[in-house]
């Protein structure tokens, strides 16, 4: 919908209606009952307007204000403080109201706008904080009929009533005004059928689910389907009087099953066993009987790949349910610390496994806390920096090879390099000598040490910290690590580089001697050099492998001596181009890769394990981890201390 | 033959959204807006449209009491309420009242266009 040709009349009408709570609020004696009524009333119609336009601040805002505005309708006396809190917003209001004539849209106040919410937060009798539940509605005789009947519906149904289970859709902005409606069309149809629970408890809970009891005659199926098209009913399930249980292979019936994540891994494990018999299959056949059999073969195959497909998408939920929830730490954050706060988030229709998911939530939370309290700098502070006044928090999601990267960004002071190490050598982690060969990367990671970040005093001369050895100690139990950079005085850039879990990759196969298999993801190998064609040269300290265009750094990573029939395998790591030594190259294949389980976990380069095609288990490396392992890419300084 | 519908809402604003949504939809004719309760008692009975949108919050007659009016003069009338969300013993009172079904705002064309639709078929 295109909402600027409504804009003009947004305003006007918006204007009218903050006009009119002005003038009945500065009115100086508390409002009437009359005139609260008309308040609540101005206040309701603004914020479904804001809402309409996509203006979320107004409508916030409006929001409150009903809601306080509800609780005088209801009774209670408008005390001055409230009124007072009253008026604020409505100077809000006509501030925003300026902002949407001026920008077309209204954000950018959003602080000093959850500023006054909480003010008339604050001013709300206490037991009226809280949603009221519906009840019998007020100011009438009548109580919807479904409501009031006897919770009984949940009992076993006698020989002439059928239980009818209506389930919302998880959207539906308002579930029990959704179920009173389907209450209706059942009692247009059947008369009245007691619902179980209570349309009372249905909005008390936020329930999506009710069951209905309803005569069982002719036509309650056709009925049940029926009430499927309804908007928002999510699902409808029957089950007739006499019916043992419900019958679990009825299409529609079950609507969800929990299972463990781990029972999922065993069908992938599963699938992936399948896949290496097709592939011995098909290596036991002549060329005569593969050419014969190859329908059926391909068949096979492209069933199984559905298959994985099926089983992934099973476990795979957009990061923005994620992203949701930080967004509104945020907020609350901004509204916490006083400091306007601009949450930006890309990559956030990426796909990630469920549990991996859930395992982000803390750590991230973690550094979006960090990154409003220690890493951004007040209003005030901001200003005189050159910075405007609204602090932004970025996050995001992308993908590289097998890696998920999840990065939350600030452009806040940053971290104080030479502060973290004279603390790093006051708290004796390093001697002085070795804080000055230390590089830069590695200063900053000191800071993600216990013996850091525990210590409140180093946190604020760093600018940042405040158990980062959680955050980091979090990131590694899910197989990554943590990435970090900073510029002094513009910013902190915090990277979780994790495996983004089992999927159906492909791999190059590889090894240093005839027995044991090592595989990367083949979108991380550039290119395979035979060293017998590509001599290896020494270039200053390092060994560098020589081609057509150039020299590629070789990683000093090498479990056995690579003699001249070798090969040299460039890798994209995030340093640039590197290159590994390697006996043997063997073939490449999509697999699985599974994680290991303890304690293989705590080899740092190995991301999981998959089963070869010929039967053999392949250690998967990743080219980032080996990056970080490799002993001539930087001292590793950390692992003396 | 599109469906005959009255728009009730206090605001202008309001109105001309949902007028703008049955409109390009086709399926609806908007034959008149009202923007009371009052109002809306009144105007159907001179138009008798097949459908009325009707806000709950509105000055000098509430759409809960405009619902019942109507109703208690049109025994088949179709009332769809709207309602700004976080009102839920409001729209549950509507209903109680008779009113067929609701839409929330902020909507969306395709959501407003089903509930309707819902409305008429049944």
Redesign the interface.
């Known amino acids: 919908?295109d909402l600027q040709k409504?804009l003009e009349?947004?305003l006007?009408?918006?204007r009218e209606h903050v006009a009119a709570l002005r003038e009945a609020l500065e009115g100086g004696s508390a409002p009437g009952a009359e005139e609260v009524r008309?308040l609540?009333?101005h206040a309701?119609?603004l914020?479904?307007?804001a809402?309409?336009?996509?203006f979320e601040a107004t409508s916030r805002l409006a929001?409150s204000l009903?809601?306080i505005l509800g609780v005088w309708r209801d009774g209670a006396d408008p005390a001055p403080p409230a009124i007072e809190a009253s008026l604020r917003a409505v100077d809000m209001l006509d501030d925003l109201m300026d902002v949407v004539q001026a920008e077309m849209k209204d954000e950018g106040l959003s602080s000093r706008v959850d500023e006054v919410i909480i003010q008339l937060e604050a001013a709300l009798p206490e037991e009226a904080s809280a949603?009221?539940?519906?009840?019998p509605?007020?100011g009438?005789g009548?109580?919807?009929?479904a409501?009031t009947e006897p919770s009984d519906a949940s009992q076993e149904p006698d020989k002439e009533t059928a239980k009818l289970t209506v389930t919302i859709e998880p959207g539906s902005?308002?579930p029990?005004?959704r179920l009173?409606?389907v209450a209706?069309?059942l009692e247009?149809e059947f008369g009245p059928c007691p619902m179980a629970p209570s349309?009372a408890e249905v909005?008390q809970r936020a329930l999506r689910s009710v069951v209905f009891r309803v005569p069982a005659g002719p036509g309650i199926k056709e009925a049940a389907r029926a009430l499927r098209?309804?908007?928002e009913v999510e699902e409808t399930e029957l089950e007739m009087p006499g019916a043992p249980s419900p019958a679990p292979e009825k299409p529609g019936v079950v609507q969800s099953v929990r299972i463990r994540a781990a029972a999922l891994d065993d069908l992938l494990a599963g699938s992936s066993e399948l896949l290496y018999h097709l592939n011995r299959l098909e290596a036991e056949l002549s060329p005569a009987e593969q050419q014969e059999h190859h329908f059926w073969l391909e068949r096979h195959r492209a069933l199984l790949n559905r298959h994985f497909d099926h089983i992934l998408s099973i476990r795979l939920l957009p990061f923005d349910i994620l992203g949701q929830r930080l967004a509104r730490t945020v907020r609350e954050l901004s509204s916490r610390t006083g400091k306007p706060l601009k949450f930006e988030m890309t990559g956030a229709d990426q796909r990630l496994d469920r549990t991996l998911l859930e395992r982000l939530l803390d750590p991230l939370t973690h550094l979006i806390r960090n990154a409003a309290d220690h890493g951004i700098e007040s209003p005030s502070a901001r200003k005189s920096a050159g910075k405007p006044e609204e602090g932004t928090i970025a996050l995001t999601v992308q993908r590289e090879g097998e890696a998920l990267l999840v990065s939350i960004g600030d452009d806040g002071r940053g971290l104080d390099e030479n502060a973290i190490r004279e603390a790093a050598v006051k708290r004796e982690l390093l001697t002085d000598a070795q804080s000055k060969k230390l590089p830069r990367a590695k200063i900053l990671e000191l800071i993600t040490l216990p013996a850091f970040s525990t210590r409140r005093e180093v946190t604020d001369i760093s600018g940042r910290g405040v158990g980062l050895d959680v955050v980091r100690a979090a990131v590694e139990a899910l197989g990554g690590y943590l990435e970090m950079d900073s510029v002094q005085g513009q910013g902190t850039l915090f990277t979780l580089v994790v495996p983004s879990a089992v999927t159906l990759t492909s791999i190059l196969v590889f090894g240093w001697d005839r027995w044991t298999r090592y595989g990367l993801p083949t979108s991380q190998v550039r290119r395979i050099y035979a060293l017998a064609a590509h001599p290896l040269v020494r270039v200053g300290p390092r060994l560098c492998i020589q081609h057509d265009n150039g020299l590629i750094p070789v990683l000093g990573f090498r479990p056995r001596p690579v003699g001249r029939e070798g090969f040299a395998l460039s890798l994209d790591t995030p340093s640039g181009e590197r290159a590994l030594l390697v006996s043997r190259v063997f073939q490449s294949e999509r697999v699985v890769i599974l994680p290991w389980g303890a304690p293989l976990d705590m080899v740092p380069y190995w991301i999981g394990g998959a089963l070869l095609s010929t039967g053999e288990i392949s250690y998967i490396m990743d080219s980032r981890a080996l990056l970080r392992i490799d002993p001539a890419e930087e001292e590793n300084v950390l692992e003396t201390v | 033959m599109p469906f005959k519908v009255l728009i009730v809402d206090d605001a202008m604003f309001m109105r001309a959204m949902i007028r703008d949504i049955l409109t390009n939809s086709g399926q609806f004719e908007v034959v008149g807006e009202a923007a009371n309760g009052q109002e809306a008692v009144e105007k159907f009975k001179t138009l008798t449209p097949d459908l009325v949108t009707m806000d709950i919050v509105m000055p000098q007659m509430d759409g809960i009491e405009a619902c019942r009016e109507i109703l208690k003069a049109h025994d088949g009338a179709r009332v769809v309420m709207c309602s700004a969300i976080g009102q839920e013993a409001l729209v549950i009172e509507s209903i109680a009242a008779g009113a067929k079904d609701f839409i929330v705002k902020p909507f969306s064309a395709e959501k407003v266009l089903k509930v309707l639709n819902a409305v008429m078929e049944s």
């Open positions: 919908m409504y009349m947004y006007s009408d918006g008309e609540f009333r309701h119609s914020k479904g307007m809402a309409s336009m996509n929001h009903e809601t949603e009221k539940p519906a009840g509605a007020p009438t009548e109580t919807p009929p409501a902005p308002l029990a005004a009173l409606v209706q069309h247009a349309l909005q098209e309804l908007p």
